[in-house]
């Protein structure tokens, strides 16, 4: 995707947004699922190896912060057992979804979730 159509994308998606948000608001909204989604596609190639390593982890009573890490191959890690679009595909819970999906994230990725006061945004 070229910069022109992701831009494109964005837009779009901010027209839908027009019912509910003020123009000036939309950052509050666009920003942080625009960061959310990158990190998830980021971590898609390794995240079966992150979940079982967690679990492998987690049933021995180990912290598993430091394996989930090294397999991921970053800097960060996430351990919810769904992906952004799984979770958003559930539009009765979504606020729910993505409460617990940030939560999932290595603390210092939902501390910037926090410092963008996305819960309020969604709530």
């Known amino acids: 995707m070229n910069q022109q159509s992701l831009s494109t994308l964005i837009w779009s998606v901010a027209d839908l947004l027009r019912g509910d948000f003020k123009q000036s608001e939309y950052g509050r ?3 942080p699922f625009t960061i959310l989604r ?3 596609c980021v971590l898609a ?3 079966a190896a992150v979940l079982a390593e967690h679990k ?5 009573g180990m912290p598993f912060e430091a394996f989930v890490l090294r397999q991921s191959c970053q800097t960060f890690y996430n351990v919810a057992p769904l992906d952004l679009p799984a979770r958003m595909g ?3 819970n979504l606020r729910p979804n993505l409460h617990s999906y940030i939560q ?8 910037i979730f926090e410092q963008l006061d996305f819960a ?3 709530e």
């Open 29 to 31: 909204v666009i920003l």
């Open 38 to 40: 990158r990190l998830d």
């Open 45 to 47: 190639p390794t995240k």
């Open 56 to 60: 492998a982890k987690t049933e021995a």
């Open 90 to 92: 559930d539009q009765d």
């Open 104 to 111: 999932a994230f290595a603390e210092d990725v939902s501390d």
């Open 120 to 122: 309020s945004t969604v």
